[in-house]
Nanobody, 119 residues
């Protein structure tokens, strides 16, 4: 069973910082890449940051220069450092393998963690 448990979200004022963590049941070494997604109210889920098996990272233009994705193989944990947060960053944030792991119920997604940025 694939498990993805996101944590670290919360309420923060604009300009503040948060660090999100993702504990994965499977080894993050086994994925070509892992990523962080977010979904704001009334909007589609979007991919905001990725990291591949070599540590190469990519970011959506909306977060470039403000967010940093990283991983700790010894802890099998994925991180997203978010700085200079803006109200438009408010969303539920999800981590996942790329490609997502698939079971009988389709792709597995965790519960996400809520990030709310006040103005």
């Amino acid at each position: 069973q694939v498990q993805l448990v996101e944590s670290g979200g919360g309420l923060v004022q604009a300009g503040g910082s948060l660090r999100l963590s993702c504990a994965a049941s499977g080894s993050i070494f086994s994925s070509n890449a892992m990523g962080w997604y977010r979904q704001a109210p009334g909007k589609q889920r979007e991919l905001v940051a990725t990291i591949n098996s070599f540590g190469l990272t990519n970011y959506a233009d909306s977060v470039k220069g403000r967010f940093t994705i990283s991983r700790d193989y010894t802890k099998n944990t994925l991180y997203l450092q978010m700085n200079s947060l803006k109200p438009e960053d408010t969303a539920v944030y999800y981590c996942n393998h790329i490609p997502p792991r698939v079971g009988a119920g389709g792709q597995y997604w965790g519960q996400g963690t809520q990030v709310t940025v006040s103005s």
